[in-house]
């Protein structure tokens, strides 16, 4: 079934858009929930979070790409259940070392003013990615946005662990450096 159909279903208020959703996105927003979380359970849990949240918000939404709106809401779910789990009990594993690399270069999300600046810190964040040649924009995503492990990214791409460890270092800098020129961070 095409995007529009199954949005389409959502507008009518039809519980077989759910269907449909899952039929042909279910596996990716998993492995999406799966690669954050680090546990099946929890995915699980979190991909039918994301069908009642494409419920809530489909209408008055319609979403341009119905494949990018399923992965955000995913990704905040997850994320968000992350978090809980985190405050819970210290972990480690993927999702704790994409935050600290990440630390370095993307200010704290602490306050009212920097909450006002995330949506403008969001647009800075997506130009970067898209000014970026091609692969290193996949390799980018990959394990910012998917949250891929390095290995899976080495095999993904054909290169070595350490080689994609520096490409995501100098991408990581070349963001910092955005965003000092864009006033986000202080030197």
Excluded at 26 to 49: H, M, P, R, T, V
């Amino acid at each position: 079934m095409k995007d529009e159909e199954i949005i389409e279903l959502y507008f009518k208020r039809n519980e077989r858009a759910i269907e449909e959703t899952d039929s042909k996105y279910g596996n990716y927003l998993e492995s999406i929930a799966e690669n954050i979380l680090n546990d099946e359970l929890d995915a699980e849990e979190c991909l039918n979070d994301t069908y009642l949240k494409t419920w809530d918000r489909i209408p008055p939404t319609r979403p341009k790409v119905l494949k990018a709106f399923l992965a955000k809401i995913t990704r905040e779910l997850a994320f968000d259940k992350y978090r809980a789990i985190r405050s819970k009990k210290r972990g480690n594993g993927t999702m704790h070392e994409i935050l600290d690399e990440l630390e370095e270069c993307i200010p704290a999300s602490n306050g009212v003013e920097q909450s006002i600046l995330g949506k403008e810190l969001e647009s800075i964040v997506a130009d970067f990615v898209r000014a970026l040649p091609e692969r290193e924009a996949y390799i980018f995503l990959s394990r910012y946005f998917y949250v891929e492990d390095i290995t899976d990214i080495s095999k993904k791409y054909g290169m070595s662990k350490n080689n994609v460890s520096v490409t995501l270092s100098r991408l990581r800098t070349k963001l910092q450096t955005r965003l000092l020129k864009e006033g986000y961070l202080v030197s």
